[in-house]
């Protein structure tokens, strides 16, 4: 099998994607003709697309995410022979950030999850699933071989994970993406693990097992001196922040194998195997589990491994200096400006393949050195933070990134009809209000790190945070999280503007509220959209329970569904047929 070994996710207004998803479901005639609702779909995707392109190109949006383990020896317990097997991790996001666990997000009309696990030195497909969902949000699946692998075998076979998922959001937008993954080497012709031990030198918290804490671009104040781990100034690039965190460990081997950077004849080479699958990533926790992937070349990311005796050293500020920069820089959105609290979550996921020399006769094999940031809930046994002498993985807590403050606009109607901006206006200006002008009490301000977008038919741009009230044309007022398209919005004048896209939009400052001088709740219009003031969102959230939205299903959603499901269903089962030719 010919597969390609890096993620890919489809964007229909690049021509090659849009063939290669065309070509699969069996060319483009055939799908405008016998399946006109998907064809339908994917202009409306193309759309969408170049609406996300309109917002300088910013990532987030709503979309998927696939993930997969690598695939790995399964011992059974019943026979005690092993098999392979891998997960098959499938999110899909609702155009919202929560950070409250108990809400939950809203459902996708359908997906397909598929892959899977093949032997690339024989081309021999192993394994193979293909499973269907609708109405769903996040889905896991096991693949697993029948195939018998010793652990010789399983060190001398590349063995690697094909996986993708097709799926249709609540904005009838078609999303696809596809990925490989390759098994690690992890042990010896013997079967015995080369890693005597890791320890992790950074980054490390200097409190024990707690989060590890980073400071971005201010120095602590007086209630967290003595809490912050690591502090960098200056990384601020107009809307974007340079990523900046240390990676530094030192790796022991078994008896008998020293870091290999000299070949058997003597010659210098290098420790890390030059591979792009293995390279260091950062992962937002939250629904998108967003990836971002260290991207210094690999001729300076070599030199980041080196030898010490018999210790593998492994030290990235060698490239960045002190500052420990990624190269690569990051939209504001991704942090959260919640007023020194504790900030955004990451994990680190770093791993590696680096070469090692027996000594006593010259042999070079390749393993993998696995940094894995996880929790205490999921710490597996025998297993502690930083440390380990069992396996080629090791464990550190998760990361906390914190900010500071920064500035917004919004166009707010004011009594007279002229708008002004939510934070030019101050207590005693008088805002339109259908139940007469309102005079403004207090101002209310606060931080978010992103914030919801409702788009209507006729252009209009609605920016709130999810539990903001919004009034529907049925005069009905509900959370702006449950809007969803082809919902009517009730505007200035009496009219109506239908929904077009619902998506989450990167905020990167505060967001403003009011509350009157009556006392009373009032409607008031934004961007010429009616929606609730301070005390109507209070009385939204008590009076409208947060809950998995239903279904969202128009006639055309459902006619998408079923062509859809029925093209992907002929995709899959021309690749089984394209690679199972050897079993």
């Known amino acids: 099998m010919d597969m390609q070994y890096q993620k890919h996710t489809c964007n229909f207004l690049n021509p090659e994607d849009e063939a290669k998803i065309l070509n699969g479901w069996g060319g483009k005639d055939f799908v405008q003709k016998k399946y006109p609702a998907v ?19 910013i990532e987030n949006q709503v979309k998927g995410h696939i993930d997969v383990t690598y695939p790995n020896m399964l011992t059974s317990s019943e026979t005690g022979k092993k098999g392979l097997f891998s997960l098959l ?6 155009g919202t950030v929560d950070s409250d666990p108990s809400i939950q997000p809203n459902t996708w009309p359908y997906a397909m999850l598929s892959g899977t696990i093949n032997n690339d030195t024989d081309k021999i497909v192993l394994a193979s699933t293909a499973m269907e969902y609708y109405d769903t949000n996040k889905e ?13 075998d399983f060190t001398q076979k590349r063995v690697s994970t094909f996986y993708s998922y097709s799926a249709l959001d609540f904005n009838d937008v078609i999303h696809q993406e596809e990925n490989c993954k390759i098994n690690p080497q992890y042990t010896d012709n013997k079967g015995d693990c080369v890693v005597k031990s ?3 030198k950074a980054p490390f918290s200097r409190y024990g097992n707690d989060r590890i804490k980073i400071l971005y671009d201010r120095q602590p104040d007086d209630s967290e001196r003595g809490m912050i781990d690591y502090s960098y100034s200056n990384v601020r690039v107009g809307n974007d922040v340079k990523i900046c965190l240390p990676i530094q460990a030192e790796v022991a081997f078994t008896d008998g194998l020293v870091p290999a950077d000299k070949d058997s004849k003597g010659n210098a080479m290098d420790i890390l195997v030059d591979n792009e699958f293995f390279r260091p990533k950062l992962i937002f926790y939250d629904n998108s589990m967003q990836e971002f992937f260290y991207n210094y070349p690999y001729d300076k990311i070599k030199q980041c491994f080196t030898r010490n005796q018999y210790i593998l050293n492994i030290d990235f500020s060698t490239i960045g200096g002190k500052q420990d920069y990624w190269n690569r820089n990051m939209s504001m959105h991704n942090y959260e400006t919640a007023q020194y609290e504790v900030g955004r979550t990451v994990y680190l996921n770093a791993d590696f393949m680096v070469r090692v020399r027996q000594e006593k006769f010259g042999v070079i094999n390749s393993t993998a050195i696995c940094i894995r940031s996880t929790t205490s809930e999921k710490l597996p046994d025998g297993y502690q933070y930083y440390y380990t002498n069992n396996g080629q993985s090791v464990y550190i807590p998760t990361i906390s990134i914190r900010w500071g403050c920064f500035a917004e606009d919004t166009m707010i109607t004011m009594a007279e009809g002229v708008k002004k901006r939510a934070d030019e206006i101050r207590s005693g200006d008088v805002l339109f209000s259908p139940s007469g002008p309102a005079k403004v009490k207090v101002v209310y301000r606060g931080n978010e790190q ?6 209507t038919e006729q252009g209009r741009k609605l920016k709130i945070t999810p539990d903001h009230p919004v009034v529907l044309d049925s005069n009905k007022i509900v959370r702006g999280r449950n809007v969803r398209p082809g919902q009517g919005l009730k505007i200035a004048d009496d009219k109506v503007d239908k929904v077009k896209w619902v998506y989450e939009v990167p905020y990167v400052g505060k967001v403003y509220n009011f509350e009157f001088e009556d006392g009373k709740e009032h409607i008031i219009i934004v961007e010429d959209i009616f929606t609730g003031d301070y005390i109507a969102q209070n009385s939204c959230l008590n009076s409208e ?6 279904p969202h299903r128009t006639p ?14 002929i995709k899959h089962a021309a690749i089984l047929q394209r690679t199972s030719t050897k079993r």
């Open 39 to 57: 064809w339908d779909a994917i202009k409306r995707t193309k759309e969408y697309q170049r609406e996300l392109q309109r917002r300088d190109g």
């Open 89 to 94: 991790d499938m999110y899909l996001e609702d």
């Open 140 to 152: 896991q699946e096991r693949l697993e071989s029948d195939t018998i692998y010793s652990d010789v």
């Open 198 to 200: 890791i320890d992790i």
């Open 450 to 455: 992103s914030i919801l977008c409702i788009c």
């Open 545 to 550: 329970p947060v809950q998995k939205q239903p």
């Open 556 to 569: 055309q959603t459902q006619a998408i569904v079923e062509q859809l499901s029925a093209l992907e269903r």
